[in-house]
């Protein structure tokens, strides 16, 4: 098993930045990339980006594509989303989520083998 653990959420102004944080741990062989995902009150979990392994391929929701950043940290199964130049249609709980086999391309949910527990954001003045 993997688990999946976030941090970095918080309040923050409209145009403001946060980072988030994702650390996994257990058997982390098996979260070969790594990503996340978010969830408004009332909608759907949408995917918001992705990264492989080596920390090369690196895809983005529509929503968000120039405004957030995805990357992996010195420790391997460590990931982070910088979110830039947020809006209140940002606010959303964010969950860290990985797969076992490796991905080309945007996920769906039913793509992900762990999930974090999330942690929100709110964009609000």
């Known amino acids: 098993q993997v688990q999946l653990v976030e941090s970095g959420g918080g309040l923050v102004e409209p145009g403001g930045s946060l980072r988030l944080s994702c650390s996994a741990s257990g058997r982390t062989v098996s979260a070969r990339d790594m990503g996340w995902f978010r969830q408004a009150p009332g909608k759907e979990r949408e995917f918001v980006a992705a990264?492989?392994?080596?920390?090369?391929?690196?895809y983005y929701g529509d929503s968000v594509k120039g405004r957030f950043t995805i990357s992996r940290g010195n420790a391997k199964y460590t990931v982070y989303l910088q979110m830039n130049s947020l809006e209140p249609e940002d606010t959303a709980v964010y969950y860290c989520?990985?797969?076992?086999?490796?991905?080309?391309?945007?996920?769906?949910?039913?793509?992900?083998?762990?999930w974090g527990n999330g942690t929100l954001v709110t964009v609000s003045s």
């Open positions: 989520a990985a797969r076992i086999v490796a991905s080309v391309g945007t996920w769906n949910t039913g793509d992900v083998n762990f």
């Open positions: 990264i492989n392994l080596s920390g090369v391929r690196k």
